[in-house]
């Protein structure tokens, strides 16, 4: 049972639920006739399982990093094997195929193209600066579209896309920063490392600026309704501001830390305001 708990703690529960909610509720706005279906509920289950299998494979290549800036995941600790990682990894990726099945051709085509590109990303692409941190965000906002795919409508998911690629696009840059101690140990170039922090601040400021200003857009294009803005304005907008003044400010690593969480929590107030603008 103790060995069980390790391997749910390194799929991260709060992503894998946070993609499991993405993906259902994207479902739902593209088909209402689909809730509660086995096709929506076989769909998010294999995106969370893929999100998932991602992490074990990105602390699967990380091993040697996350001794420093993470010591406590469960495969530097030593609580999972990096050979039980990789056949941890496979199985997950091969029952989320098998779920995905259930559902459609677009879909099954999303995630088997996802499952190839998080593990490029994870090998090679993770300390290639923007380029790696535009990755996850592009693929984090894509849970939109896949719900979309199932639900074979993925128009009305567009601007969640981007508005969610844009927020973790942002958050994968502030990441870089927290971890810059144990990726400079490995020569890795990501962007604070090679441009420094202050520009790699800067970067983060004016992707959420953007993220702030795109959520107004849905409502004044009048695609969600004003329970959305409010939720959006008093859930989303005002704690990244909050987020902006605190960075940019002399933070330290934990504070950091601190704040990538908030915006993680900051995700799920924004898939509710987006569920409750459509209904």
């Keep these: 049972m103790k060995n069980i708990i390790y391997y749910i703690i390194i799929l991260r529960p709060l992503n894998f ?15 209402k006739s689909l809730a509660f279906s086995i096709k929506a509920i076989f769909g998010s289950l294999a995106g969370s399982l893929i999100g998932g299998a991602g992490m074990v494979i990105n602390d699967y290549f990380d091993f040697e ?13 030593g609580k999972i094997s990096l050979k039980s990682a ?12 098998i779920l995905v099945a259930f559902t459609n051709i677009y879909a099954f085509l999303i995630a088997f193209i996802s ?13 290639k600066g923007l380029i790696g941190n535009f990755i996850v965000g592009f693929m984090t906002g894509l849970a939109f ?10 128009v009305p998911l567009m601007l969640p896309f ?3 690629m844009l927020i973790n696009f942002a958050r994968e840059v502030l990441k870089d920063v927290e971890d810059i101690e144990g990726d400079r140990t490995k020569n890795l170039k990501t962007f604070p490392i090679v441009y420094g922090e202050d520009k790699a601040i800067k970067i983060f400021v004016i992707l959420i600026g953007i993220t702030i200003l795109s959520t107004f857009v849905p409502y004044f294009l ?8 409010l939720i959006i304005l008093f859930m ?3 704690p990244l501001v909050y987020t902006i003044k605190s960075v940019l400010k002399k933070t330290t690593k934990a504070e950091l830390r601190k704040i990538n969480y908030l915006i993680k929590y900051e995700m799920i107030f924004g898939l509710i305001a987006i569920y409750v603008g459509v209904n």
């Excluded at 990789?86 to 199985?91: A, C, D, F």
């Excluded at 009048?222 to 959305?228: A, E, F, H, W």
């Design 17 to 31: 639920i946070i993609a499991f909610l993405t993906i259902y509720v994207s479902v739902i706005i593209a088909d």
């Design 65 to 77: 990093v996350d001794k420093i800036n993470r010591p406590d995941r469960p495969i530097p600790s």
């Design 86 to 97: 990789l056949s941890y990894y496979s199985i997950l990726n091969f029952i989320a195929l």
């Design 115 to 127: 499952i190839i590109v998080i593990f490029i990303y994870s090998y090679k692409l993770k300390s």
């Design 145 to 154: 579209i896949f719900g979309g795919a199932i639900g074979e409508n993925v």
């Design 162 to 164: 981007v508005m969610g």
């Design 222 to 229: 009048k695609i969600y309704n004003v329970y959305y803005l």
């Design 236 to 238: 989303v907008d005002l």
